[in-house]
C-alpha cells in the first residue's frame, strides 16, 4: 500500500484556487464571483490539511477551522451585499457598477448582441366564449 | 546582453526543461477560454476535448500515479471530480448548476480531508458549506432565475487576459510544487536501488535453498550494486555541500544510509575472493537506503543552512577561514616578532568574537535545555583553540618559538564543527503545547513514523483538535467568535431597510399636509 505522495495533494490545491482566480476575474454574475472565491478558499484548506497530514501536527486542520470561520463570516455579509446590490439595479452583473472605476478608466461596453429572447406575442389569443367546439369524426367515433 | 541571456534560459526552462508544465497549462487555459460563455457560443467539443487533454495531461505528466492503491484509486477519484466540477462551476451559464458544481467541488475536497485522517475537518465543512450552498442556491432561485440570457450570466470580463493570468499562477504554482517536492534524480537512484534490492533477494533464496550462486553471479551482483550506490552518494553530496565547499557530513538518515552501505559493499567485495560473501549484510544495507529514500521523496527538504540565523553566521565563518590563511601565511614566512604578535592577536580577537556571537545565536534559536553533540563539540574546539592562542601569544610576546602548526589545525576542527552546529539550529519551539502534536520546526528525521514513511497522527482526532484550539488556539478561537458575530450584526445593518411610515391618524395630526410621507 502506497500513501499518496503530499505534492499531488499541493497541485490539486493549485488548480483549485487557480480556477477559482479566474473565475471571479471573469465572470459577471455577483452569485457566482461569491462561490469562485469559496472554491479558492478551498484549495488553501486542502494544502493546509496536507501540510498537516505530512508534518504530522494539527496546526494545519487547526487553521482550517478558522478559514472555515472567516468563510461563513464572509458568506453572511456577501450574500447581504448582494441582496442590497440586486435592489438597487435589479439585476446581478458587476458590470452595471461601472460608475465605481477610476475617473481616468474609461468604461468597457458591451458590442456584440445577445441572443434575443424567442418573440411571444403581446396578448394571448381568446376565443369567444360560450360557444359549443364542433365535434370532430374520430372524437365522435371514440364515445 | 543580459537581457537576452535572462530571455534565452527563461525560454529554455519554460519550453525545453518544463514542457510537460507548460503543455498542461497551455492545454487549460484553452479549454477554460473556449468554454467560458460569451454572446455568440463556440462550439462544445473543443472546450471539452481541450479539458479532458489538459486533466490528462496533469494527471500523466505531473503528478504521476506510482504504484496504485486503493488510497490512490480514491485520491484520483476524488480530484478529478474536484477539478471538473471546479471548471464546470466557473465556465457554467446556469448559476443554480453553478450552485450545484459548487457543492460537488466541496464534496470531492472533502473526500480528500478524510484520506488525509482530518474526518472532523470533513464534516464540519459538509455542514457549514451544506448550510451555506443552500442559503445561496436559494438566493439564486430567488434572484437569478431569467428565462432569456442575461448580460450578468451570457457575458464574461476580459476572458482571454484573465485566463492568461490565471493559468501563469497555475503553472508558476506547479513548478514550484513538482521541483521542491519531486526529485526525478532521487525517484531514478531509488528505482535503481529496489531493482538491485530484487536481484540481491533472489541470491539470497538460492542460497536458502541450498544452491549457492555462482562467483560470477556475485562478483556481478555487488560490483553493479556498488556502482549505483556510489551515483546515489555522489548525487547526494552535490545536493548536501556546504558552502564552504566541505565534504558533507551524513547527518540525515539517507546520508547515514548511504555511508553505511558503501562500507558494507567495500567489506563483502574483500570477502569476495575468501568464497565468504554475506549477502544479507548487502540486502540490509540496500534495504536501509530505499526505507530513507522514500521517506526523504515524502518530506521537505532541509534548508536550513542557507536561510535565517544560520545564514547570518556565514560571514563569521568565513573570518575563520581567513584566519586560519593567515596563520599559514605566519608559519610558512619568516615572519618579525611584531608580525607575530600581531596576527595571533588578530586571530584570537576574530575567535572572541565569533564566539560571542554563536553564544547569541544558540540563545536565539536552541531550546533552553537542550544540548545538542554537535554544539558540546564546538563550543569544546572553541575553547582549546582560544587557550592555546592565549599562551601561543605570550611565547610570541616573549619572543620563542610559536607552534603555528597546531593553531591552524584548531581553527580547522572549529571551522569544522561550526559548520556542522550551524545545520542544528532552528527556530524556538516553545510556542505550542504538545497538543498541537510535534512542533513545526522539527528536522523531517525526527519524527516518528508510520511504516510507509508518514507521520502519526492521534487517532481522536476532533478530541485532540478541541484540545488543541482551546489549550494553544485559545485567544484566535475568541476572536474568531468575534468575528462572526461582527458579521452577524453588518449583514443584518447591511440588509436592513428603513421601514416608510404609514400614514396613522396620529401622523395627520402632526403633519396635516403630508409632508412625512
New interface residues.
Partial sequence: ????????????G??????????F????????M???A??ML?GV??NL??F????????G??F???I??????????A??????L?KRKN??????WQELREESEEP?L?E???????ETSAMPHLPPAGREPQKKREETSHV | MFLLNFLSSGLKLVFVDQWPLTLAAVVGLLA?YLL?P???RLPLVWGIAAGIAALFA?VVL??PP???????VI?YVC?VT??LA??L??T?RN?AR??LS?AL??LA?CG??V????P??MA??II??AG?II??FL??LM??QQ?????????????LL??A???V??GT??YL??T???HPTLQSHLDEVTAGLQSIQTLVQQQELGQSPSQEDLDRAIKENMAKVTAFEEWWKEQHKTSEGDPPIPTDPLGQALYDAEGAFERQKANLGRDDVSLVDLEAALDKIRAAAEIH????RPHVATSGESGRLRPWIESICQATTRIRKLREGTPTTEDRVLGLSETKKQLDDFQEVWQGSVQKMTEPNRTLPETVRLSQALTQARTRLTEQLDRARGDKPVEFKEIESDLDQVRTAAVVARGTLRPRTDF?SD??????SLMPGE???DE???????AQ?SA??GR??FG??LL?VEM?GM??L???V???A??YRKPTPRATPANVMADPAGRTA
Fill in positions: 500500500m502506497n500513501p499518496v505522495p503530499l505534492q499531488h495533494f499541493l497541485v490539486v493549485a488548480i483549485l484556487f487557480a480556477l477559482g482566480a479566474i473565475g476575474m471573469t465572470r459577471r454574475n455577483l452569485i457566482i461569491f462561490l469562485c469559496e472554491m478551498q484548506a486542502l490539511v496536507a498537516a497530514r505530512y508534518r504530522g501536527n494539527l496546526q486542520q487547526s482550517v477551522l478558522f472555515i470561520t472567516v468563510a461563513a463570516c464572509e458568506a453572511a455579509l450574500l447581504a451585499l448582494i441582496l442590497v440586486y439585476s446581478l452583473d458587476v458590470s452595471l468597457t458591451d456584440e448582441p445577445l441572443e434575443s429572447p424567442p | 477554460i467560458l460569451r454572446p455568440r496533469v505531473v503528478i506510482t504504484r496504485l492503491s486503493v488510497e490512490g485520491f480530484a474536484a477539478i471546479g471548471g462551476l466557473v457554467q448559476p453553478a450552485a459548487f467541488v466541496v475536497t480528500m480531508f484520506l488525509q485522517a482530518a472532523f475537518l464540519a465543512t457549514v458549506y451555506a442559503v445561496t438566493f439564486v434572484l437569478a428565462e432569456f440570457p442575461s448580460d450578468a450570466d451570457a457575458r464574461s470580463r476580459e476572458p484573465a485566463t493570468t490565471g493559468f499562477l497555475l504554482l506547479l510544487i513538482t521542491t517536492y519531486q521523496l515524502g518530506t521537505l505550542l497538543l498541537s502534536g510535534p512542533p513545526a519524527i516518528r513514523r510507509y514513511g508518514r507521520p502519526h497522527l492521534p482526532n485532540y483538535l488543541s484550539l494553544d488556539y484566535a474568531g468575528l462572526l461582527v458579521a452577524t453588518g449583514a443584518i447591511i440588509a
